[in-house]
């Protein structure tokens, strides 16, 4: 985006549910801005402060959606909740929302949002990220501000379930946000908390959760074999652990091709085998490359599961107990596998940490994905491991201590991220 040329409204992102929206500060609302409320009371105006989000610019979200944000073929995908929770939530790594709106000739619910200047999947398609630095903290802070919002958030009983790269966004400092909270689960028992009606909610009960959540590689095991119910905490950590592994992971200027490649290869295959979650996955321009993530989403949900086990080993009485009681765990046999070590054979560049550090990071590695749920490490555990008190010094409350910038190629962090934006 140039600031020199006349400002415009621009589509910066589109998807099965709906479209993000760049849009210039001086434009007004289409009609007065809404708390999201299913009453429609009126809120206040759009504050924009220090967002963190690119100056001059918010970012709107706009989802095609009945009064009480959600349809059937939406499901669990929930525009009303997600405002909701989002304006009631004060987290440094969570995104704010600035306003909402309901366009009822149209139909359309908008989030009115910072815009940001980048999501972390886009700097995993830059083979010099995170690694060309004047220092190492890149991945510690990220990783830990990730986990500082997930035990926020977890504190709270609320779940993401969809924590993945593009969910991920940094603001003009560096600092990372999540983003994304329309397949966000919160128990029945405090939906009043956050002004939830659960009679609108028929879709998802304790005793019938959707596993039709998350994103590709980042998917937790157990969502792969239809489970009525799951831990969905336990869910958030999984697909932490993968983007944290993803920082050391190899890069590929391939990977993006092979799996558009596979996916046309696949499109003739029958429905047992479909994954509806592949329609709501990102594609990457011709030869672009990505830094790998640790699992390969690219044969669907039965692929996943297969690489899964071949890195963290089939499960096995020990090492997950209830996987048979899944419902479609008897469905296929899969290989014989023992785990692995999550070390430099799969992630080269955690060499780059040093002996200590690399070690005390395979131990919460190790913890995050492990294939029982029950056994997963919790946000606040992994956030007291011996990783990050190696790295204390840098750290405060989840932040770089007071006065100190992020820098990246040995200059400020925003105007890195910021290169490709203008």
């Given at each position: 985006?140039?600031?020199?040329?006349p400002?415009?409204?621009?589509?910066?992102?589109q998807?099965?549910?709906?479209?993000?929206?760049?849009?210039?500060?001086?434009?007004?609302?289409s009609?007065?801005?809404?708390?999201?409320?299913?009453?429609?009371?009126?809120?206040?105006?759009?504050?924009?402060?220090?967002?963190?989000g690119?100056?001059?610019?918010?970012?709107?979200?706009?989802?095609?959606?009945?009064?009480?944000?959600?349809?059937?073929?939406?499901?669990?995908?929930?525009?009303?909740k997600?405002?909701k929770?989002?304006?009631?939530?004060?987290?440094?790594?969570?995104?704010?929302?600035?306003?909402?709106?309901?366009?009822?000739?149209?139909?359309?619910?908008?989030?009115?949002?910072?815009?940001?200047?980048?999501?972390?999947?886009?700097?995993?398609?830059?083979?010099?990220?995170?690694?060309?630095?004047?220092?190492?903290?890149?991945?510690?802070?990220?990783s830990?501000?990730?986990?500082?919002?997930?035990?926020?958030?977890?504190?709270?009983?609320?779940?993401?379930?969809?924590?993945?790269?593009s969910?991920?966004?940094?603001?003009?400092?560096?600092?990372?946000?999540?983003i994304?909270?329309?397949?966000?689960?919160?128990?029945?028992?405090?939906?009043?908390e956050?002004?939830?009606?659960?009679?609108?909610?028929p879709?998802?009960?304790?005793?019938?959760?959707?596993?039709?959540?998350?994103?590709?590689?980042?998917?937790?095991?157990?969502?792969?074999?239809?489970?009525?119910?799951y831990?969905?905490?336990a869910?958030?950590?999984?697909?932490?652990g993968?983007?944290?592994?993803?920082?050391?992971?190899?890069?590929s200027?391939?990977?993006?091709?092979?799996?558009?490649?596979?996916?046309?290869e696949?499109?003739?295959?029958?429905?047992?085998?479909?994954?509806?979650?592949?329609?709501?996955?990102?594609?990457?321009?011709?030869?672009?490359?990505?830094?790998?993530?640790?699992?390969d989403?690219?044969?669907?949900?039965?692929?996943?599961?297969?690489?899964?086990?071949?890195?963290?080993?089939?499960?096995?009485?020990?090492?997950?107990?209830t996987?048979?009681?899944?419902?479609?765990?008897?469905?296929?046999?899969?290989?014989?596998?023992?785990?692995?070590?999550?070390?430099?054979?799969?992630?080269?560049?955690?060499?780059?940490?040093?002996?200590?550090e690399?070690?005390?990071?395979?131990?919460?590695?190790?913890?995050?994905?492990?294939l029982?749920?029950?056994k997963?490490?919790?946000?606040?555990?992994?956030?007291?491991?011996?990783?990050?008190?190696?790295?204390?010094?840098?750290?405060?409350?989840?932040?770089?201590?007071?006065?100190?910038?992020?820098?990246?190629?040995?200059?400020?962090?925003?105007?890195?991220?910021?290169?490709?934006?203008n």
């Amino acid at each position: 985006m140039d600031d020199n040329q006349p400002r415009k409204s621009t589509i910066i992102g589109q998807g099965r549910h709906g479209l993000v929206i760049a849009q210039p500060t001086a434009q007004q609302l289409s009609s007065k801005d809404k708390e999201p409320s299913r009453s429609g009371s009126q809120g206040q105006g759009l504050q924009f402060g220090s967002s963190g989000g690119r100056p001059g610019w918010y970012a709107v979200k706009v989802v095609s959606a009945p009064p009480n944000g959600r349809s059937r073929h939406m499901a669990p995908h929930d525009i009303l909740k997600e405002a909701k929770i989002l304006q009631r939530l004060d987290h440094p790594s969570i995104t704010k929302v600035l306003a909402y709106e309901y366009d009822t000739p149209l139909l359309d619910h908008k989030l009115y949002m910072p815009l940001y200047v980048c999501s972390l999947s886009s700097l995993f398609a830059d083979p010099s990220f995170p690694f060309l630095s004047s220092r190492r903290s890149v991945p510690e802070s990220l990783s830990y501000q990730l986990l500082s919002s997930l035990s926020f958030l977890h504190s709270k009983q609320i779940a993401h379930r969809d924590i993945n790269p593009s969910n991920l966004v940094l603001d003009i400092h560096g600092n990372l946000k999540l983003i994304d909270f329309g397949t966000t689960w919160v128990p029945s028992r405090i939906y009043q908390e956050y002004d939830l009606v659960h009679e609108d909610d028929p879709e998802e009960t304790e005793e019938a959760m959707c596993p039709v959540v998350g994103s590709g590689a980042y998917r937790a095991p157990e969502l792969l074999f239809s489970p009525l119910r799951y831990d969905p905490y336990a869910v958030d950590m999984w697909s932490a652990g993968c983007i944290i592994a993803q920082f050391f992971r190899p890069f590929s200027h391939s990977y993006h091709a092979a799996v558009e490649e596979e996916n046309e290869e696949e499109g003739e295959d029958s429905e047992e085998d479909y994954d509806p979650l592949d329609d709501e996955r990102p594609s990457s321009p011709a030869g672009s490359g990505t830094r790998q993530p640790l699992f390969d989403a690219r044969f669907g949900a039965l692929g996943l599961a297969a690489s899964i086990f071949r890195i963290r080993g089939t499960p096995t009485e020990d090492t997950w107990p209830t996987f048979r009681e899944l419902p479609d765990a008897e469905k296929i046999e899969f290989p014989l596998s023992s785990p692995q070590v999550l070390a430099v054979d799969l992630l080269p560049d955690i060499e780059s940490l040093g002996e200590a550090e690399s070690k005390a990071l395979v131990d919460v590695l190790e913890g995050m994905l492990a294939l029982d749920p029950g056994k997963r490490l919790k946000a606040e555990q992994a956030l007291g491991s011996e990783w990050f008190r190696l790295a204390s010094t840098r750290w405060e409350e989840g932040h770089l201590q007071a006065g100190e910038k992020m820098e990246w190629y040995d200059g400020p962090c925003v105007d890195w991220v910021s290169r490709d934006q203008n």
